[in-house]
T-cell receptor, first 108, second 113 residues
Framework: GIQVEQSPPDLILQEGANSTLRCNFS?????LQWFHQNPWGQLINLFY???GTKQNGRLSATTVATERYSLLYISSSQTTDSGVYFC??????????FGTGTRLQVFP | EPEVTQTPSHQVTQMGQEVILRCVPI?????FYWYRQILGQKVEFLVS????????KSEIFDDQFSVERPDGSNFTLKIRSTKLEDSAMYFC???????????FGQGTRLTVV
């Protein structure tokens, strides 16, 4: 089945720093989403981005489907950005396959 | 903004007991899903449901699991005889059409003791 790898696995930042999270996938997909899992375990939708670029405030994402990767950019990080970021892809089936996640810790 | 809601948020049950996890998907959505996340691990697909039947299920979704849409609004996951290894966060999700954005509920944390 399709493999979804995220890097880095862990990231520690000081408040105000910028970061880039990467998601590589091994096969073509028709759906790609980024989620933030907060400390309470909730999965928060960040982007639905099977291709192209989107921005939402301090966050933006780019997916290059032909090269099988997606990037999530976080600018001017805040302590509330802490948590685990998951990429999830939909191959030509119904389900989403989640990556292993990037754990982000932002310190004041 | 429409959202997927799950109840309860946390359930503790004894090994061998039956549990039912409940979900109310977004009202005009047609595709429904259950996922689970064992503590510290990634989120795993369990089952998808469309037109009142299972469309796909994973190896995890064995005979002790079942899903049902008992009325026009609820979507449930039943675990018949819980095991310690069923302890996890269970997420319900829904989408309006295949390939569209999936929306997740806040999760039910199941603890089997």
């Amino acid at each position: 089945g399709i493999q979804v790898e995220q890097s880095p696995p862990d990231l520690i930042l000081q408040e105000g720093a910028n970061s880039t999270l990467r998601c590589n996938f091994s096969d073509s997909v028709n759906n790609l989403q980024w989620f933030h899992q907060n400390p309470w375990g909730q999965l928060i939708n960040l982007f639905y981005i099977p291709s192209g670029t989107k921005q939402n405030g301090r966050l933006s994402a780019t997916t290059v489907a032909t090269e099988r990767y997606s990037l999530l950019y976080i600018s001017s990080s805040q302590t509330t950005d802490s948590g685990v970021y998951f990429c999830a892809v939909g191959p030509n089936t119904d389900k989403l396959i989640f990556g292993t996640g990037t754990r982000l810790q932002v310190f004041p | 903004e429409p959202e997927v809601t799950q109840t309860p948020s946390h359930q503790v049950t004894q090994m061998g007991q039956e549990v039912i996890l409940r979900c109310v998907p977004i009202s005009n959505h047609l595709y429904f899903y259950w996922y689970r996340q064992i503590l510290g691990q990634k989120v795993e697909f369990l089952v998808s449901f469309y037109n009142n039947e299972i469309s796909e299920k994973s190896e995890i979704f064995d005979d002790q699991f079942s899903v049902e849409r008992p009325d026009g609004s609820n979507f449930t996951l039943k675990i018949r005889s819980t095991k310690l290894e069923d302890s996890a966060m269970y997420f319900c999700a829904s989408r309006g059409q295949l390939g569209a954005e999936a929306f997740f509920g806040q999760g039910t944390r199941l603890t089997v003791v």
